[in-house]
């Protein structure tokens, strides 16, 4: 069968980018042909928003006196790709994807099923300002009337507060009982599809990327040779704060930890270039290879840190979305990782992963692929 995955746009984020990939190797390794939807990125101003851009650039300078600095549409990108450059690599080394301009009525029309999922695919403010597309299209609006099965797998809402209007809760719920099968990542989101979307069957599956075993994540940084962290307490910080940078400071003087941070300041408009270029994907799973411990305010993060079996806290983060990490730790009765200040933190709790981990993993996992054995 040929298999078409609609998620959220790749660009530097690490979570994002290997839920997809874990989901196209699973579905691969039950005999699919895979291919993953991917939007053509490149930034392109009209022709009104370059001479607006130039006018402000022109009061500014040469009116008001001050320094300003025009920036053509081609050096936006080239600071872009410079960004994204080596989490493109590993996008197009291991993942099949197919880059289209955006989402219509004549996307992936040669597939004989397209997944849903995983990450905040069903987040408005996510899809639609990354796809530049309407919410009702997460839900398959663009494929109505095709003859192909439509699956929704650990799909997320991202927060457990409702962000749909009227008309998108009633179009969605519409298109929504269209799906052969549904399933969601948050315990929260099973209840949201009822109450809110009218779909009483929906179930909880695991994330993509806990489909795959450690092994297969060591055998991704083995096949790069990226070099040993530069230390063992791993800091994957999102949103950076005094306060956070004070815990993990804590942290390493009560437990004799050298940090490392193993990510750069993408978002932050004020750093250099230099300092904005996202490390190789394979470094950052390489950090959980050599963390005694983990700092971070990621979902993803956690994930990793239980499958690699590290000690690790994570500082809830309301803006992304906490529903989704309350969800993932109660599934492993890991809830006293998860803490909202600085002062919640324990330094004689160990943080550790528990050894029933393990067998609670394999359980959801063999639901998770019996799930997917529709596509079968």
């Given at each position: 069968?040929?298999?078409?995955?609609?998620?959220?746009?790749?660009?530097?984020?690490?979570?994002?980018?290997?839920?997809?990939?874990?989901?196209?190797?699973?579905?691969?390794?039950?005999?699919?042909e895979?291919?993953?939807?991917?939007?053509?990125?490149?930034?392109?101003?009209?022709?009104?928003?370059?001479?607006?851009?130039?006018?402000?650039?022109?009061?500014?300078?040469?009116?008001?006196?001050?320094?300003?600095?025009?920036?053509?549409?081609?050096?936006?990108?080239?600071?872009?790709?410079?960004?994204?450059?080596?989490?493109?690599?590993?996008?197009?080394?291991?993942?099949?994807?197919?880059?289209?301009?955006?989402?219509?009525?004549?996307?992936?029309?040669?597939?004989?099923?397209?997944?849903?999922?995983s990450?905040?695919v069903?987040?408005?403010?996510?899809?639609?300002?990354?796809w530049?597309?309407?919410?009702?299209?997460?839900?398959?609006?663009?494929?109505?009337?095709?003859?192909?099965?439509?699956?929704?797998?650990?799909?997320?809402?991202?927060?457990?507060?409702?962000?749909?209007t009227?008309?998108?809760?009633?179009?969605?719920?519409?298109?929504?009982?269209?799906?052969?099968?549904v399933?969601?990542?948050?315990?929260?989101a099973?209840?949201?599809?009822?109450?809110?979307?009218?779909?009483?069957?929906?179930?909880?599956?695991?994330?993509?990327?806990?489909?795959?075993?450690?092994?297969?994540?060591?055998?991704?940084?083995?096949?790069?040779?990226?070099?040993?962290?530069?230390?063992?307490?791993?800091?994957?910080?999102?949103?950076?704060?005094?306060?956070?940078?004070?815990?993990?400071?804590?942290?390493?003087?009560?437990?004799d930890?050298?940090?490392?941070?193993?990510?750069?300041k993408?978002?932050?408009?004020?750093s250099?270039?230099?300092?904005?270029?996202?490390?190789?994907?394979?470094?950052?799973?390489?950090?959980?290879?050599?963390?005694?411990?983990?700092?971070?305010?990621?979902?993803?993060?956690?994930?990793?840190?239980?499958?690699?079996?590290?000690?690790?806290?994570?500082?809830?983060?309301?803006?992304?979305?906490?529903?989704?990490?309350?969800?993932?730790?109660?599934?492993?009765?890991?809830?006293?990782?998860?803490?909202?200040?600085?002062?919640?933190?324990?330094?004689?709790?160990?943080?550790?992963?528990?050894?029933?981990?393990?067998?609670?993993?394999?359980?959801?996992?063999?639901?998770?692929?019996?799930?997917?054995?529709?596509c079968?």
């Amino acid at each position: 069968m040929k298999i078409g995955i609609l998620s959220l746009v790749f660009n530097t984020n690490y979570g994002g980018i290997l839920q997809a990939y874990a989901l196209q190797t699973i579905l691969e390794r039950m005999g699919h042909e895979v291919v993953v939807l991917d939007k053509d990125n490149i930034f392109h101003r009209s022709l009104v928003r370059i001479i607006l851009s130039f006018s402000r650039f022109f009061i500014k300078t040469k009116i008001l006196r001050q320094k300003a600095t025009f920036v053509t549409d081609k050096e936006i990108n080239r600071a872009k790709n410079e960004r994204e450059q080596f989490t493109r690599a590993f996008i197009n080394r291991y993942i099949h994807t197919r880059k289209v301009k955006g989402i219509t009525r004549d996307t992936l029309m040669d597939v004989d099923a397209i997944v849903v999922g995983s990450d905040q695919v069903w987040r408005p403010r996510y899809f639609k300002k990354q796809w530049k597309s309407e919410i009702e299209n997460a839900f398959l609006k663009f494929a109505e009337n095709r003859n192909i099965r439509r699956i929704a797998y650990a799909a997320s809402f991202g927060t457990d507060e409702w962000e749909y209007t009227e008309e998108e809760t009633n179009e969605c719920s519409r298109l929504l009982n269209t799906f052969d099968v549904v399933s969601v990542r948050e315990a929260s989101a099973v209840q949201i599809c009822k109450s809110k979307l009218g779909r009483s069957d929906v179930i909880l599956t695991l994330d993509p990327t806990l489909l795959l075993s450690k092994q297969d994540y060591i055998q991704l940084v083995d096949n790069s040779k990226v070099p040993n962290s530069p230390g063992n307490l791993m800091c994957y910080v999102l949103d950076q704060t005094d306060e956070i940078q004070k815990l993990i400071d804590r942290i390493a003087k009560e437990r004799d930890l050298t940090p490392f941070y193993s990510n750069s300041k993408i978002t932050d408009l004020s750093s250099p270039q230099s300092e904005r270029k996202q490390p190789p994907l394979e470094e950052w799973l390489r950090g959980f290879m050599d963390a005694e411990f983990v700092v971070t305010d990621s979902f993803h993060a956690c994930i990793f840190s239980i499958i690699f079996g590290k000690p690790f806290i994570v500082v809830g983060n309301k803006k992304r979305g906490v529903a989704r990490i309350d969800s993932l730790l109660s599934m492993f009765s890991m809830k006293a990782n998860l803490i909202v200040s600085s002062s919640d933190y324990n330094p004689l709790l160990t943080y550790g992963v528990s050894s029933d981990v393990g067998a609670i993993i394999e359980k959801w996992r063999k639901e998770s692929l019996d799930f997917l054995a529709i596509c079968e």
